[in-house]
């Protein structure tokens, strides 16, 4: 994985055929949360039957899905903070704003959702982002960000920052062929490095947007 860097006027990383068939996943089932219609070829056909890593994220993704959908606030957290409540002290008022603009916000978060997947689909390992469309897709990140921020829990710095202490020991124990010592969830380990990912690749996307123009690639 290559992070976004300014080619030719655009925002260009560059993924394996695996990191992207993952992040187009998640990026579909987290549309599909929000009512989108099912979208894109999220790279399944052709794979075979899911093994190792590919399994984990199947059994992740459908963790994921079929979360509470309903025009009152949601009592799923991931969706909560997707479409949060517009006052606290209030019920009427926020559930007078959720009428009147739940289904616009949820129309235009699975739109960015779904021209990432269009992106994602392209031939090639190139994914290409205008710098028009990259606060769009930014954002777009940035929702599926929540989404496995609410499902590893990360609430505060602390709860990030034992994140990251467990991908470390995870990532020594498979360098050493330790597994046995693992002492961490695997699987929240995998959704751990793929939320980390997914940042790192969102932090490039906008530094391509404010990096000095002399330091950008031409």
């Keep these: 994985m290559r992070g976004f860097t300014v080619t030719d006027g ?112 392209q031939p090639g390992e190139a994914w290409e982002v205008s ?4 606060m769009a897709t930014a954002a777009a990140l940035t929702d599926v960000r929540l989404v496995l921020a609410a499902r590893l829990g990360l609430d505060t710095d602390e709860d990030a920052e034992r994140l990251h202490a467990e991908i470390e020991l995870a990532t020594h124990a498979m360098d050493t062929d330790a597994h046995d010592d693992l002492g961490v969830d695997p699987e929240r380990v995998w959704l751990g490095m793929l939320y980390q990912a997914l940042t790192w690749l969102q932090e490039s996307l906008l530094q391509c947007l404010i990096a000095p123009e002399e330091e950008q690639d031409v």
């Design 131 to 134: 710098l028009a469309d990259a």
């Design 10 to 121: 655009a925002a260009v990383a560059y993924l394996d055929d695996e990191e992207s068939t993952v992040i187009s996943r998640i990026v579909a089932d987290v549309a599909e949360l929000l009512g989108a219609d099912a979208f894109g070829d999220t790279g399944a056909e052709g794979l075979g039957e899911p093994t190792g890593m590919r399994g984990e994220a199947d059994a992740l993704f459908r963790s994921i899905a079929g979360l509470d959908d309903t025009p009152t606030e949601p009592s799923d957290p991931a969706l909560r903070r997707l479409l949060p409540s517009a006052s606290r002290e209030d019920d009427e008022v926020a559930a007078e704003f959720r009428r009147l603009t739940e289904p616009d916000l949820r129309a235009t978060k699975a739109g960015r959702l779904r021209a990432i997947g269009e992106q994602l689909n």
